[in-house]
Structures are given as C-alpha cells and as structure tokens.
C-alpha cells in the first residue's frame, strides 16, 4: 500500500517532469548577455499590496511607466516590467529575477522589502536597486528614496482643521511604523496648529489591506461626529471611501469626507458626475521620485549608497488639487504655512506625541 | 486493468488533465501555454537559484504537512497547524538573536524553542480535547487568531517596531555553501531536518508502542479504553505531536528564510497548504514530503510565470490550483477504484 | 402454482472467484421463501443480481413468467421488487414522509406536496399494520419501527415483492415477534416475500419453503414443514452440527471471581447494578441470564475496570482489583469478549494482525523498549488465525473486513491467548451463523475443561441453559437466583428472569 503510494507519486513528478521538458526548447530570458542592450531598463517589486493599490505600488509603476514611455522603451525585457509579490517570502526571489534579466535599476517598493533588499544587494553587487520609503546605509549599489510626509500631511492637518465644522477629525492608519507615524504626526501638527481646539481621532487598523476594517472603522468616525478624515493605510482606506460615498449617496448634504493618501485619490472618491467625498489628498510623489532616480541612473548618476529625502521643497510631497473644496481663506492660510516650512519656520514633527 | 497500469497511468491522466486545463485558462486570457508552461519549468529548475529557491520552499510545507497528517493518522483534525507554525517562528527567532551561544548548542536550542512553542500551542486543543470533548477543529482555528495576534504584539514589545532583530549567525540554518552551490538562493540545511523528521514520524507510527497506541486511539477510543490504553493522554501526545511539527516549520523560516520575524497582516497560509500537502500525500510521511515538493515546487516555478512569460499573478495561481486539483481528484479516482475492487473482494 | 420470480441457473463472477454458482430459487405468489446459508454463501450477491445491481454471467430471471433483465434498481422497483436493507437507508433528521419519499418526490407545481404523501403514508401503515407514524422523525422512532418504515417505503413504491435482508439482526425479541406478524400480514394482502437469513428458529417459524445455499452452490429447496433445524444446518453447514454442546461434568475448585455487595451506577448516575453478590469458581462456566438492560453491562465493566464501583468489593483470586485501571486488570487475569465488537473488541481500521495485540502490544516479547517487533505480531497473529480458524486472506487483512464470526474468532483467539484466569464472554455469539456459535461454545467449555474460570452473559436462553454449568438471573441489578441448567425448565428461568421468584424451590448452587 505505501510502496505504491510512494511509487505512485514518484511517476507523477517524472510525468511531469518529461512532459514539461518535452516543451521546453529553454530560450530562458535570464541568459540574454549584457552586450545586447541598447538602451536603459528599469523594473519594480511590489509589496504585497499589488500593482494596483491604488497607492504606493501604483504611483511607482506610473513614474517607471512615464520613464519607460519617454525613453521609448516597451514592457519587458530590455524595457521596464514589475513583479508582484504574493507573500513576504517572495521579495527575494523576485528581487532575484529582476536582476537576473539584467534590468539596469530594480525599484523595491515600501519598507517590508528592506531586509531583501540588504541581502540581495550583498550578493548581486552590479545591481542597482532603489528602495523606496526606507534607509538602506552602507550598501554602494542601493539608493534610498524617504518622503517628508509629514510636511503634506501638516498642511492637509491644518486645512481639515479650518474647514471642520464639527471641530472634529479623523485619522486612520494602516500598522504602527515610523513611516505612518509621520503622517499621523504631520495630521495632527497641522490641525492642532489651525485650530488648538481641533479634536482628531487617530485609530489604527492593524493591516493595509483590510478594506472591510477600514470601513467599520470609518463608520464608527463618521458616527461619532468627525467630518474630515485622513487615511494612510492602502487598502484598508479603500473601506473609508466606500463608507464615505454611501453616506453621501443617502444623503447629498451629508458633511462627509476623505483626505487621501500617496497619490491623487480624486477618482476613488466619486459618488457621481457632481458628487465627490475627496478633500483632498496628501501625495507622495513616488511616481516624480521614480522617474528622477531612474533619469539619474540612466545618466550614470545613480546616487548609489545615498538616501534621497524628499519634502515640499523638492516637490516630493504635497496636497492635491481639491477641485474646490477648500475654500480660498484656507488655501491662503495653506500657501502660508508651506512658505513657512519650506524656509524652515516651522519643523513639522515626525512622531506622534505620545 | 491491471494494478500497475491503473497505478502509472492515473497520476499521468491526472497531471495531464491538469495541465491541458491550466493550458486553457491561459489560452483564454490570451496568453501562450507553451511560453507559461517553460516559465513554470524553468522556475522549479531552470537554474541553481531556482532550485534552491525550490528546495527552500518546500521546507516548511514538509513540516506543515506532517503536522496536518500525523494528526489525521490519530484521528484528530488539527487546522491549527498556521497559529503552531507562528509561535514557532517566533519563538526560534528569539532564541536565534537574544543568546549568544556556540552553533552547535545555538542552533538545537532555537530548534526546541520553536517545538516547545509549536507544541505548547497545540496542547490547549488537545487538553480540552481529551478532558472536555470540546472539539479540536474549533480551538485550533480560533488559536490561529490568538497566535497571530499574540505574535504581533510581541513582536512590537521586543523590538518597537516592524519586525525582530535579524538572528545571529550562529543560529541561522544557512550557509555560505548552499549559497555558494545554488547562485545565492536562500536555500538552507532545514531541508535536511525536514528529511529527518519524515522519518522520524514514519518510525513514530510504525515501529513504537506509542505510535500504536496512538494510532489505535485514532481509530477506536473505545476500543482503546478497553484494552488499556489512556485515551486522553493519547489525545494529547498527538496534538503536542502535530503541534511540534508546525512550530519546527516555524522554526525553518526563522533560522532559514527569513532570519527574523516580522509582523503579519495576515496569515502566512503554509498551514492551511498543509493539508492539502497532507491529503496529497495519504497522510503517509514520505507521501507528505511528495506533496509537499509538489506544492512547494508549483509555488516557486508559479513566481517565474510573470517574470519570464508575462502571465498575471491571478491567472497563475488559478494554473496552480487546477493543476493540484487534478492530482488530488486522481487520488480520488485511484481510492474510487479500489473502493470497487475491495467491495468486490468482499463479495466473495 | 404461479411462479412471482424464478431465477434460473444464476452464475456471478468476480474475478476468479465465483460468488454464485447456478443457483435457482423460484418464489411462489403469497409465500415466504427462505434463503438460508452462512455468512459469505452468496445470499446478498443473489438478491443483488435480483435487484439489478450486479448483471450475471449467466442464467436468467423471470418475473411473472416473463424473461427480464433487470440493469438497475429503478428497474427492479419498475417491476414490483422491494429491498427491506439491513443496513437502514434512512435521514436521521428527515421524518418518515420525507424519508419514504425521498428520490421519488411527488410535485405539485415544482414544490414538493408534502402532506398527500403524509396521508398515503398513513394509509399504507394502516392497512398493513406497521403502526407507524408519518411524521415522526426517524431519530426519535425505534429501531424496529425504522425498519417498519422501510418497509413502507418499498410498499408505498408499489412492491409485490419484498426482499428481507437479515432484518431481525438488529431487533429485540419483542420487535422479532412483530415483524413475523408484519410479515403474515404482507402475505395475507397478497405480497411474496424473500427472507434472507442464517437463523434457522425463524425459518422454521415464518417460512413457507427453504432455498439453502452453501459456499456460492444451490443446494436445494425444501418445504418447511417437512424439514426440521438440524436438517437445515446440515444442508447449510455441509456437515452434522451438533446444537446440544457435549460436555463432561465440571470440576469446581477454587474461587476466581468473589464480587461482594457490588453497587454500579449508568452515566446518569442511576444505580443499575444493586448490591450484587456473585461468585465465579475455577473450572466452571457461569451463565448470567437477564433480560437485556438489568445490569448486564454496567456489571462487566465494573468488573473490567471501565466503569467506577460506587460501594462493594470484587477480587480475583483473592485479591482486591476493585477501583483498579483496565489495564491493571487485564494484567492480573482477566480476559474480555466485549458485547460490541466492533465498538470494544476491535479497532476496524486496524489490520488483523495488529488487533491481536491489542492489550500485548507494550509485553515482551512483541515489544522491547518500545519499539514494536512487527514481525513477531505478525508470527503470532499467523498462530491464532490458523489455530481459531479465522478466515481471512492474510493476517494484514483490515479487521474490518472480515465478517463478524471471523471477528469473533479471533477476539476469542486473543483473549484466550493470554490465558486468563477468569474469561468474560458477553453475547459472544450475537448475530453469528451456527457453526461459529459451535465453534465458540467449544472454545469456552475447553477453557473450563483446563481449569479457568468463565463467565458467560447472554440474553438467549438457549446458548445459557447449553453452555453454563451454573446459571445466575440477574433482575434488576442483583443476582436473584442461582440454579443449575439441568434441573430448571426454559420456563422457569424465563420467569426468574423477568424477576419472579419460584415458588417451588429449585435446588441452589453456589455459595450465596
């Protein structure tokens, strides 16, 4: 009985095996030699979040996709290309991958891929990586990418605060981490700048792709009187524009809205042709700080074993075009305190006062 | 038919069927078979990298497996393998960077940390199992929550942040060899521990006095009551059994993978795979470790599809999925047939 | 006389092994035809072929006269043919109508009209007298009235055949009674009957005419009342069977077994066994007789150690085993034949093998420092199987698949093995065909006859006034009275059992 479970089983994998080889007339990609390229290529790992969050994954694509488009490159090899990862034992492998089909610069994107990128960086010494919202120090062929995140979410902090006519506002992350910490310090500056009297209510969802968590808690924001609230959570914010946009459906007068996060949130929050939940959005330009690295790299430029901080000055960070939502005052005041920051009177915190 | 040739010639029509309607799938959302099918290939065995990245994979599902079969084989359901597996982890990479200790003792040390944490885990089910006839399928599930969350407050109490300290060298599994035979890969010795607790649960259930018993409780409670045998200790032994299992394929991504433990948002799901691994393999440990390569072997060459032939993550693991979907259903069609050859065995 | 069903000269196949070999049976209209043999002679493989899920290899069947081929058994309830099971097809948490009508829905309009079917439930019940009711659920009704409603559902599909398939192995004697009413009953409104059975008493109560087969072969019809049971063992059988077990007088000796005021309670906590007295010697089988529920069971396992003793003292050989863990018992002398073997005697799913080591497994010489030698179980299960006659393919064989006196054997073979002092034997021949039932006999008079002690607890009269040479009726918990097979009537025993006591004193044995 168990010999022949066993024999069987083997037969499987040989059957496979055969088969498969049968097929295989090996024109593996990885062998292209590096003699044959012509021009600069560019790849990205996503997180687990996907290619299309919506948020950080995205943004990045869309820079290498300009970057791609503007050099005259097309998807794939030689060109530019993403992996997407399904688990965190993936980031590695696919890291891997990347550089194995000779891709002149790999964008890892987000803090979870920081431990893969420190070791593949160790072993493939000609790669070029660029990781994206975290330090990489004492690797030559990894260039860091950081965003003052908190200097956009300060300005979004104080026009929520003006415009609040609750006095109360909201503010959900996706997991406790310095870069969330940012943003929700930034917030709660800016809106306590505004206006001292400003309650913000800060809850965590444990998760970044949990957008049914996002909603319950949203729901529960919404209920106890916040009026404007502030996400950086990818996916998990999803829920809070699906529970924004129902209340607004309900009810059109309805006092409900969203700030985004990472990139132009404006189409996510549209309930109609008239109609939209979204404020405003804090926006991290991934997709600017992706295309320059890689324009850089491809001059011969890579700021290799650097780490890139990216605020308003830089145009690296800032707030969305609101489509009118913000009124006039509150953009002046805005203007004002970016004036300010950018000449560095006032520091915009980078964590939360605990 | 004759036995041998129904035992060749399921598996082939099953893995076959398998791949024609993975081959379908992608021909339908337009994408060649062919190309997907050599990416597949290629990323079990294409190069050195690939294979070890392979053999790495299949690691943990071999412990997942066993765990999920070695309980079956004594007649408990143990869907906690995932929260076992956690604990597991954690618990091996805390060893591995909070001592310093010589490798010989660093790295056995971490190893129990994780059986310890793995079987203490599955003790609970076990316990109230054999003391309350609470039934295990529901404290495992629910201790897979406990143990996910337990793990990540944890882990924000021993490091103020995102995940561990990375374990010392002394305690990894990896080594500057394997990385040097397989091109960088993050193969491991745990594969080696994998081979050995195979045989380890084949000798435990088939050669001692206390697999027996084990087995026996499984099977028959009554009968076992009544030739002696204590069933709740039983019940037990073979959870904390199971759970060691799962907590030492923890401890295969924290002293081999990974190095770390980070926190999660979600499960890590090689314990669920587990029982799929278990079931392919007919809850027999070598047939687990054929699961377990197959799965492990589909998960890793599955990376390569988009990589080298641009085919979508989704439609990968729908591939995937049929391709383990027509094996196990080959395994149905094999116990089919010899349902009907025993029944007419017992006609006689 | 009009033949219903003749199957002529049916051959089936499978494999090498012929499992019917030209076997004939003709059923006559309004009798009840008997098919008798043993277990494994090829009675369900006939009624399966007759009930369209086997296709023989050769012969042929007629119904009314008319060669069909029956390829289903949507065919065979075409043509008026119903299967009694013996194994109940039922829902548990369906009532009767859902139950009857299940696979055969009556719809109205797509929806299942439910309460038409009720009250043609209720009628067929009626007119034969089944007494059942149509929307009771099948959990809560009893196993005889779950048969009952088998019955119907083959009725309320219109069968004029019925097919009986062992249906008393699973009923008390009062449900057996009713049945053969039921039974007569079907034959007076018309309906023929095929009883599949190894029971000879039953034949011999119910049927009209016997068809015996034995190892596949048809060995003949007879007519009931022409015949008598040893004829029928005979010709089931193949050879003589002795039913009046030969034994020489027994030797008492020593007290094995001294219970002392035993009191036992149920899992509710209900005292079942009251006070109990009783005493087994060396060298004599003791009977229990009872009626099924007067502590029997609660008895052996406080004497086995599976059930807690509330209050009294049991000692084996003198000494004090009372409270001690099963296997401490099992250890100091006692061996078991539980009354469930397939729940207490057996674990199924192991092979043969393994099951004979079922208490040994940890000893030597099976086992050193725990490792198990297989080779050695497996030498020692060859033994047993050869020397108890266990048939069976090989020693790796499931236990579950052999038939229940291979069973029996070999859990005798077991216990016997270990060479007990005290050897407990509860129904061991429940449901089993009568050259088991000899052989068993056999096995617990020869342990007797080396001087052992045998308690037999069984609820067929029979098998206690055969077998023991003492009887103790258990009423109610205790031990009422002690009398010698020899010198007390069935009838007199039945009325102790049913816990009155004689007035005229028969002698008393024992030392109560």
């Not at chain 1, 300060?154 to 310095?178: H, P, V």
């Not at chain 1, 910490?181 to 965590?204: I, R, T």
């Amino acid at each position: 009985m168990k010999k022949r479970k066993i024999g069987l089983a083997l037969s499987a994998l040989l059957a496979s095996g055969t088969l498969l080889a049968a097929c295989g007339n090996d024109d593996n990609a990885s062998d292209t030699k590096k003699d044959d390229k012509k021009s600069f290529s560019v790849a990205m790992v996503t997180d687990t979040g996907g290619i299309d969050d919506r948020s950080f994954n995205q943004s990045t694509w869309e820079g290498i996709e300009k970057f791609g488009k503007d050099n005259g490159l097309s998807k794939g090899n030689n060109g530019y290309d993403y992996l997407q990862s399904a688990s965190e034992s993936d980031y590695n492998t696919n890291l891997n991958s990347l550089i194995r089909r000779n891709f002149d610069l790999v964008f890892a994107v987000g803090f979870n891929l920081h431990d893969s990128v420190v070791e593949v960086a160790k072993q493939q010494k000609d790669a070029k990586i660029a990781i994206i919202d975290s330090v990489v120090e004492g690797q030559d062929n990894v260039a860091s990418i950081m965003f003052k995140a908190n200097e956009a979410s300060y300005l979004a902090g104080a026009a929520a605060a003006l415009q609040s006519k609750t006095g109360k506002i909201g503010f959900i992350g996706g997991m406790e981490s310095d870069i969330i910490d940012g943003f929700e310090a930034g917030f709660v500056a800016g809106a306590k700048a505004a206006n001292p009297k400003v309650k913000v209510d800060v809850q965590y969802a444990g998760s970044f792709g949990d957008a049914a968590k996002g909603q319950a808690i949203a729901k529960r924001m919404y209920d106890s009187g916040s009026d404007i609230i502030f996400h950086a959570a990818g996916g998990t914010g999803n829920g809070l524009f699906t529970e924004a946009k129902e209340r607004k459906k309900k009810d059109p007068k309805a006092d409900v809205w969203v700030i985004g996060v990472d990139r132009d949130q404006y189409d996510e929050g549209k309930v109609d042709d008239k109609t939209n939940v979204t404020f405003t959005s804090v926006l991290k330009r991934v997709d600017i700080a992706a295309e320059d690295v890689a324009k850089q790299s491809k001059d011969g430029k890579f700021p290799g074993g650097k780490t890139i901080t990216l605020g308003l000055k830089d145009n690296g960070v800032d707030l969305a075009d609101s489509h009118g939502v913000i009124t006039s005052d509150t953009q002046k005041k805005i203007d004002e305190y970016k004036e300010k920051i950018i000449k560095g009177e006032i520091t915009v915190p980078e964590k939360p006062e605990k | 038919m004759s036995k041998r040739l129904t035992n060749i010639l399921v598996p082939l029509i099953s893995i076959l069927l398998g791949i024609i309607v993975g081959a379908i799938v992608m021909a339908i959302s337009g994408f060649s078979p062919v190309d997907g099918y050599i990416a597949l290939w290629n990323g079990v065995f294409g190069n050195t990298y690939n294979i070890g990245e392979t053999i790495r994979q299949i690691t943990p599902y071999v412990f997942a497996g066993l765990a999920v079969a070695f309980a079956f084989r004594t007649g408990l359901f143990n869907i906690g393998v995932e929260g076992q597996l956690i604990v597991g982890w954690l618990a091996a990479a805390y060893v591995g960077y909070a001592f310093d200790l010589p490798k010989i003792v660093h790295i056995p040390l971490a190893l129990l940390a994780a059986a310890v944490a793995g079987g203490l885990w599955a003790f609970i089910p076990g316990l109230l199992k054999a003391k309350l006839q609470v039934h295990e399928v529901i404290v495992t599930i629910m201790m897979n929550y406990i143990a996910l969350h337990v793990v990540n407050a944890t882990i924000a109490t021993l490091s103020d942040g995102e995940k561990t300290e990375k374990i010392h060298e002394t305690a990894s599994l990896r080594s500057p060899f394997l990385e040097s035979i397989t091109d960088y890969s993050r193969l491991h010795w745990g594969f080696i521990i994998a081979i050995l607790a195979v045989i380890i649960m084949w000798f435990i259930l088939e050669k001692t006095t206390r697999g027996y018993e084990l087995k026996s409780v499984g099977f028959n409670q009554h009968a076992s009551e009544y030739a002696g045998m204590n069933v709740s200790k039983n019940i037990i032994l073979a959870m904390v059994i199971s759970g060691i299992f799962a907590g030492l394929g923890g401890a295969m991504e924290a002293l081999g993978t990974f190095g770390n433990i980070s926190k999660m948002t979600a499960f890590t799901g090689i314990g669920f795979d587990g029982i799929a691994v278990a079931l392919l393999g007919a809850n027999q440990p070598f047939g687990v470790l054929l699961g377990a390569m197959l799965f492990g072997s589909l998960k890793n060459g599955g990376l390569n599809m988009p990589n080298e032939a641009g085919i979508p993550v989704e439609i990968v693991s729908i591939v995937i999925a049929l391709i383990i979907f027509f094996v196990a259903s080959g395994y149905i069609i094999r116990v089919a047939l010899e349902r009907i050859s025993k029944k007419k065995k017992e006609e006689k | 006389m009009e033949y219903v069903i003749e199957m002529l000269g049916i051959r089936k196949q499978f494999g090498d092994f012929v499992a019917n070999d030209n076997i004939t049976l003709q059923l006559k209209k309004g009798e009840i035809h008997a098919l008798l043999g043993e277990n494994g002679a090829g009675k369900s493989t006939l009624m399966n072929v007759l009930f369209g899920l086997y296709q023989p290899e050769a012969g042929s069947i007629k119904v009314h006269g008319k060669e069909v081929k029956i390829t289903d058994p949507n065919k065979a309830n075409d043509l008026g043919i119903g299967m009694v099971h013996q194994h109940f097809m039922l829902v548990e948490n369906f009532t009767v109508t859902e139950n009857i009508i299940l696979g055969s829905e009556p719809t109205k309009m797509g929806s299942i009209n439910i309460r038409d079917a009720a009250k043609k439930v209720q009628e067929l019940s009626e007119k034969y007298g089944l007494n059942v009711d149509a929307n009771a659920k099948i959990e809560d009704i009893s196993v005889g009235m779950q048969q009952r409603v088998e019955i119907l559902k083959t009725l309320y599909r219109g069968a004029e055949i019925l097919i009986f398939d062992e249906p008393t192995a699973s009923l008390t004697p009062q449900e057996i009674t009713e049945l053969m009413q039921i039974m007569k009953r079907l034959i007076d409104e018309g309906k023929s009957i095929i009883l599949i059975t190894h029971k000879l008493k039953e034949i011999m109560e119910v049927s009209d005419r016997v068809t015996i087969i034995r190892k596949g072969k048809g060995i003949g019809t007879v007519v009931t009342a022409d015949t008598n049971p040893d004829q029928l063992a005979e010709m089931m059988v193949g050879r003589q069977v002795v039913f009046k077990t030969e034994k020489v007088e027994a030797k008492p000796t020593d007290i094995v077994l001294n219970i002392q005021n035993l009191t036992v309670a149920d899992n509710r906590g209900v005292d079942k066994v009251k006070n109990l007295n009783l005493t087994v010697r060396a060298g004599e089988i003791v009977g229990i007789a009872g009626i099924d529920g007067n502590g029997q069971s609660e008895l052996i396992e406080a004497i086995t150690g599976l059930r807690k003793v509330k209050k009294g003292t049991i000692t084996l050989k003198g000494k004090n085993i009372t409270g001690f863990k099963p296997r401490k018992i099992t250890e100091a002398g006692i061996g078991h034949i539980p009354q469930d073997r397939h729940k207490h005697g057996l674990v199924l799913d192991f092979p043969i093998s393994h099951n004979i080591v079922l208490q040994t497994y940890y000893q030597k010489p099976i086992s050193k420092a725990g490792i198990i030698d297989y080779k050695k179980v497996n030498d020692f299960a060859k033994k047993i199987i050869h020397e108890y006659d266990v048939r069976t393919p090989g020693e790796m064989t499931l236990a579950r698949a052999l038939s229940g006196g291979n069973q029996q054997k070999a859990i005798i073979g077991r216990e016997i093995e270990r060479d007990p002092e005290l050897l407990i034997a509860a129904l061991p021949t429940r449901g089993l065909d009568v050259g088991a039932i000899e052989f068993i006999h056999k096995r617990l008079i020869e342990q007797r006859d080396k001087g052992k002690a045998v308690l037999l607890i069984s609820f067929e009269l029979d098998e206690v006034m055969n077998v023991s040479d003492s009887i103790a009726v258990i009423h109610d918990g205790s031990i009422i009275d002690r009398v010698l097979p020899h010198e007390t009537s069935e009838q007199d025993l039945g009325l102790l059992m049913a816990g009155q006591k004689l007035h005229q004193d028969s002698k008393k044995v024992g030392d109560e």
